[in-house]
């Protein structure tokens, strides 16, 4: 199956009109991700939940990262990741995406501990549980197979990994032996590079679920006083309902030959 991050409302829709499986609600993908916007959870939660006529439901999982750079985390940014996991929940959203480290480069058990008994306390008050993802702050950990147990032993339901390379086409050994490691513990969600060019070696890894962006360059503003004043990143991409499209079919079409 295909996740779909996104960081706006055009991208919700990219990913809908593609047939995506799921999408990671982000902002700031630039950077890899930051916690989006209130407005833009309450947005995304109109499509994830039942509903009849022509739009069907996409579930939609929260990044709750509240800053750019390394995932050492202190009290009081620990406290706003849990405040983002409230408002995934009460939103209605279908999951979360959570991550940090200690500064020997392994998972901070105590944060994340603290934050999968609050994820769950959330979910049995909604009667629906929030599905759980340890993000790419695993890729960080000096050992990501005892990591791995470590996720499977807080409760995660996946973990979203580029195999400890900064794409996953260069990490596709590793991929393939978390994967094996796993046992259908937790599911690999394989992610970062992942394109029409490179997802089938990194299906050849056994994967069942991967993330990409499916983005292409776009120019949003022609007004050169927009670019001037810094208000229009020159990098900017925008997700792309055709590439959502390849994947999945392309998806598809493997699972078919299997």
């Not at 960081?7 to 982000?26: K, T």
């Not at 039942?50 to 800053?67: C, E, F, M, Q, S």
């Not at 983005?215 to 050169?224: E, H």
Request: proline share 5%; glycine share 10%; hydrophobic share 50%.
């Amino acid at each position: 199956m295909l996740e779909v991050c996104v960081e706006d409302l055009d991208g919700i829709d990219a990913a809908l009109a593609g047939g995506a499986d799921r999408i990671e609600l982000c902002a700031a993908l630039s950077v890899g991700g930051l916690t989006p916007p209130a407005s833009l959870v309450r947005a995304a939660a109109q499509f994830d939940r039942d509903i009849t006529g022509d739009v069907r439901a996409l579930p939609a999982h929260l990044l709750a990262r509240p800053r750019e750079g390394g995932f050492v985390y202190t009290p009081r940014e620990q406290a706003l990741v849990a405040d983002d996991i409230r408002t995934a929940a009460e939103a209605g959203l279908a999951g979360v995406v959570l991550g940090a480290l200690d500064d020997d480069r392994r998972l901070d058990l105590a944060a994340l501990s603290a934050w999968v008994a609050h994820a769950r306390m959330l979910g049995d008050a909604r009667g629906r549980a929030l599905s759980l993802t340890l993000h790419r702050a695993f890729d960080l950990c000096r050992d990501m197979p005892a990591a791995m147990e470590a996720a499977i032993a807080l409760g995660f339901n996946r973990i979203l990994t580029s195999g400890g390379a900064p794409k996953a086409i260069d990490g596709a050994a590793m991929l393939a032996r978390l994967h094996r490691q796993s046992a259908g513990r937790i599911v690999i969600l394989a992610g970062s590079g992942v394109s029409p060019a490179t997802l089938p070696a990194i299906l050849e890894t056994g994967v069942l679920e991967v993330h990409a962006s499916c983005r292409i360059p776009v120019t949003l503003d022609p007004d050169p006083d927009a670019i001037r004043f810094g208000f229009v990143s020159p990098g900017r991409g925008a997700t792309d309902r055709n590439t959502v499209r390849t994947l999945v079919n392309m998806i598809a079409a493997q699972a078919t030959l299997e």
